[in-house]
């Protein structure tokens, strides 16, 4: 059974920095594109990054180019987002999610499995 659980959020001042975990398990993760998204109440689910666990190949939204940083921990079978100069539109549910295909185009509906999201809150 496949599953993905995030840790990490939490309430934090403008400015600050926090890192997100995504514990992965189930089954090898070899190969699979791992991703990062958020919504906000009310708003779509929006793509932060993506990351393949063979070759660390990243790519990002181009809103969050400069803050955010994905990158994964093999031994640990994880992967994080750190996120630097924290703004209160960043205040969001963010979830961790996975697929098996080969190649993604970031929209939410490519990835088969997701965690249960970590709430991050910005206050000014």
Known sequence: QVQLVESGGGLV?????????????????????????????????????????????????????????ISLDNAKNTMYLQINSLKPEDTAVYYCAATFKTSVSGAYHEYEYWGQGTQVTVSS
């Not at 089954?27 to 793509?47: H, L, Y």
């Open 13 to 69: 001042q403008a400015g600050g920095s926090l890192r997100l975990s995504c514990a992965a398990s189930g089954r090898t993760f070899r190969s699979a594109i791992m991703g990062w998204f958020r919504q906000a109440p009310g708003k779509d689910r929006e793509f932060i990054a993506i990351i393949t666990w063979n070759g660390g190949n990243t790519a990002y939204a181009d809103s969050v180019k400069g803050r955010f940083t």
